[in-house]
């Protein structure tokens, strides 16, 4: 029983690791921006919500805020941090600086302004109880796969139906073919970065009802969202989010078999893997060199 | 005071051998590596362990030292042979984490968490000496290095590679090797000041090899500028410094200095990216046109 | 009339569709070889299965008698052959000097073995040689289009190879600066230097070529002395893009 619960486990927490990774894979497919500040807009989504909770806002009105915020963080990035340095002809790593250094004030920020430490909420969700004999399950499981698959239907639907999500698409696979039929690329470079913020919300929000914050969380909400993108073939929405799901359950279950402080070593070393071996990832097409 | 001075200057002497390093790898090959402080950390461990249970002579820790995290680096040169760009800082960060997971939990080599206490003091023949004369020593070597490898056919091969890698084959350079030996070299560099540092600390664990530490080592380089000599240098000092300069703020409570010395860091790396990309000594053209 | 580099069947295919099919090429020592045909006949894909670059799917290529499929680039180049790119490739942050100092340098150790004052003149040399002299201590990316495109030539002069592989290095270029790349074909050619170029221009095809293989769809379809193979109203045709002929086919 232990191996289902770890497993039912990871499906959650990999339910939203597909979320937050979905939203880094659409940016840097759509813009070719690494956007490394995305766990911040996740660590700031999450304290929102939290304070909205703590301050007994309505929690419909705490997640759009959240949501609210990450988009705007998002947005801001694009057009304060990235396009200026995009503008100078910046190379790849310029951009890799300068939000590593916004994605250090803002968990410092966080840290002084929310507390250090783990912060969570108690919600009639993150009740669990006994489904099986031995197996634990919380309402909020079935919450993080509902609300996960949700947003993949819906961002799907966007990406093929609408006219912006089929130039979002295009503008991935050949920017200047769109710029020459007059669409503007900046416009939607904001658009995917809206959108990819957006994906982050409620992951957070989820986040905060079951394992809990911390100022320091967005850095691992990176670091996977960054490895499920490589692993799952950049390029591949699909792929990222897979990876991001199979991560979280590789996470979980290996605990069986070790003990927790190796659980993300485990994950770095499949991205390790990854990178060495097949560089395109699961379902890229692109080959990285 | 006196004490409190060299203090600060051996520190910035062994950051000061861990930004040149890093600069060479970043600046003149174009790896850009955020796993630096895991060579700085075996190092460390190497340097601590001979002086424990060999002889606390430096010389025979930082070569030790050298060694291992110079053979080690061929973790870090394996991905910068296959891929490059966001790939690689990738596979950097990836190493970065498993190193520390292993750090921390290899109690037998590193002492887990508690870490390894108790080094001695170095001595060479039987004297006692301190480590800031050493630190300089090391640094000046490894500066007056790169200075020699930056102006020789190393260093020119490593730019030809940097800037068109396929031109640099087609000239009938084995591209591994020359990325491999940087990498190697610049790792090796790291190794030494962590055993300089495990020296000086008398006291290592895991905390000095974390992510933050790379990407500390790693804003020394840009905001004194990549590809310059002097430059990493400059940032070294700066961002050492900041600590004691923010101490006679005395406004701000002494439990929030550490987040404060963090949120002045990543606003001067964005602010810099966004204004002054090439680093306060970099040259600003450098990547443009003029043609 | 000895042959440096030769291949002999020479295919590859990129996802089914077939770049190179069963290229054969001597390449003679003193003389150029023109590789001329319509865009996508190959003609790059060719250079590229030479220097190891790519791998080829089927065909044999030698050097002096040795089989040089399957190494390296750096290993073939280290056989005596020099290559330029289409899209020049320099080195864009380096100046002029170290340009064209790196192609005489092949060691990727610390130092390099030989002789440095004999790479050192073969640098100056070829500068000389390229009208680059004045412009040593500038950036490559500062250059102009045509000084870009010298400073490629200079760094095949520098690197002392007898073979030379030239993928289009008198595209763009006006007339004086043509009748001076012109020229240094010429000088190579007499030293002995067996050179394969990728050209467009017919102009210069006609003027410094010896030979000419046509390429078309990965095939060469023809072989011989200028005069015959630029008179054939058929791969005129094809040159020019008209294919009607093949129609009936």
């Known amino acids: 029983m232990l191996f289902v619960q770890l497993l039912l486990g990871g499906v959650q927490n990999g339910a939203l690791y597909a979320l937050t990774a979905a939203g880094f894979a659409l940016i840097f497919g759509a813009t070719k921006v690494f956007h490394v500040a995305h766990g911040s807009a996740f660590t700031l989504a999450g304290y929102v919500f939290l304070y909205g909770w703590t301050h007994n806002w309505n929690s419909l009105l705490s997640s759009l805020a959240a949501v609210a915020v990450a988009v705007a963080f998002g947005v801001g990035m694009e057009r304060l941090v990235y396009r200026p ?20 004030v803002v968990q410092n920020l966080v840290g002084v302004f929310a507390g250090r430490g783990f912060a969570s909420i108690d919600t009639p969700l993150s009740n669990a109880s006994e489904v099986l004999p031995e197996l634990f ?33 295009a503008l991935a696979q050949n920017p200047d073919l769109l710029r020459a039929y007059g669409l503007s690329s900046s416009r939607l470079s904001m658009l995917a970065f809206a959108l990819g913020s957006a994906l982050v919300a409620p992951a957070a929000i989820l986040t905060a009802m079951t394992t809990g914050l911390n100022e320091a969380v967005g850095n691992h909400v990176m670091l996977l969202s960054m490895a499920s993108t490589i692993v799952g073939g950049v390029g591949s929405l699909r792929g990222a989010a897979l990876a991001g799901l199979l991560l979280g359950v590789a996470e979980s279950v290996v605990l069986v078999f070790l003990e927790t402080q190796w659980a993300s070593a485990a994950s770095f070393l499949v991205l390790f893997g990854f990178i060495l071996f097949k560089p395109s990832g699961m379902f890229g097409a692109a080959v990285a060199k | 005071m006196i004490a409190y001075f060299s203090n600060l200057a051996t520190l910035v002497a062994i950051f000061g051998i861990l930004a040149v390093t890093l600069n060479f790898m970043v600046g003149f090959a174009g790896i850009f590596s955020v796993a630096h402080a895991v060579f700085f950390g075996l190092g460390a461990y190497a340097g601590a362990q001979i002086a424990l249970t060999v002889a606390p002579n430096p010389f025979l820790a930082c070569a030790v030292a050298a060694l291992i995290a110079g053979v080690l680096s061929l973790c870090l040169a394996l991905p910068a042979l296959r891929v490059r760009g966001e790939y690689f800082v990738a596979a950097s960060l990836g190493l970065q984490m498993v190193a520390l997971t292993l750090f921390s939990e290899v109690k037998s080599l590193t002492g887990g968490i508690g870490g390894l206490t108790n080094i001695p003091r170095p001595q060479i023949f039987g004297m006692e000496v301190g480590v800031l004369p050493l630190a300089l020593l090391a640094l000046g070597l490894l500066l007056w290095a790169i200075h020699a490898m930056a ?141 | ?66 089989p040089i499929i399957g190494l390296k680039p750096w290993q073939v180049a280290r056989l005596g052959v020099a290559r330029s790119f289409q899209d020049l490739r320099l080195f864009t942050q380096m100046n002029v000097r170290d340009n064209v100092l790196a192609a005489t340098e092949r060691g990727a150790w610390f130092w390099q073995g030989g002789d440095k004052r004999a790479r050192l003149a073969a640098a100056e040399a070829a500068m000389e040689a390229t009208g680059l002299t ?72 006609v003027d410094l070529a010896d030979r000419i293989a046509f390429l078309d769809r990965g095939l060469v379809l023809a072989e011989g002395a200028p005069k015959e193979i630029m008179n054939d109203p058929k791969l005129a045709a094809i040159y020019f893009g008209d294919r009607s002929h093949e129609v009936a086919a």
């Open chain 2, 151 to 291: 102006n020789g056919s190393f260093g020119r091969t490593l730019k030809a590679i940097r800037d068109a890698e396929s031109a640099a084959e087609a000239m009938g350079k084995p591209v591994a090797v020359a990325k491999a030996l940087a990498v190697a070299f610049a790792c090796a560099g790291a190794g030494v000041a962590g055993a300089l540092f495990a020296l000086h600390m008398s006291f290592v664990n895991v905390e000095s090899f974390t992510l933050d530490q790379s990407v500390l080592v790693m804003a020394m380089v840009i905001v004194g500028g990549t590809g310059t000599l002097f430059g990493p240098l400059v940032g070294a000092v700066l961002l050492l410094s900041l600590p004691s300069a923010l101490s006679f703020l005395t406004f701000i409570p002494p439990t929030e200095v550490g987040s404060v010395q963090q949120i002045i860091y990543g606003l001067a790396m964005t602010l810099l990216m966004v204004f002054r990309p090439a680093g306060l000594l970099g040259d600003q053209n450098k990547g443009k046109s003029h043609a």
């Open chain 3, 1 to 66: 009339m000895s042959a440096p580099l030769t291949c002999e069947g020479l295919a590859r295919s990129f996802g089914g569709v077939k770049a190179v099919q069963g290229v054969s090429l001597a390449l003679p020592a003193g003389a150029v070889t023109a590789l001329v045909g319509p865009n996508g006949a190959g003609k790059t894909t060719v250079f590229n299965l030479i220097t190891g670059n790519l791998k080829a799917d089927e065909g044999t290529a030698q050097i002096r008698g040795r």
């Open chain 1, 137 to 169: 399950l919380a309402d909020v499981f079935w919450v993080a796969i509902l609300v996960a698959l949700v947003m993949f239907v819906a961002l799907t639907l966007f990406l093929s139906r609408t006219n912006a999500g089929v130039a979002l698409r």
């Open chain 1, 85 to 104: 340095i995009q503008r100078h002809e910046g190379s790849f790593f310029t951009v890799f600086v300068a939000a590593f250094g916004v994605s250090i």
């Open chain 3, 134 to 205: 004045a412009l040593a201590e500038a950036r490559a990316v500062d250059l102009a289009y045509a000084e870009r495109k010298f400073l490629s030539m200079a760094r095949i002069l520098a690197a002392g190879a007898d073979i030379w592989l030239l993928d289009e290095p008198a595209s763009g270029l006006d007339l004086s600066s043509r009748l001076r790349f012109g020229q240094l074909l010429k000088d190579a050619r007499a030293r002995g230097v067996a050179i394969c170029l990728i050209e467009h221009n017919l102009d210069v095809v």
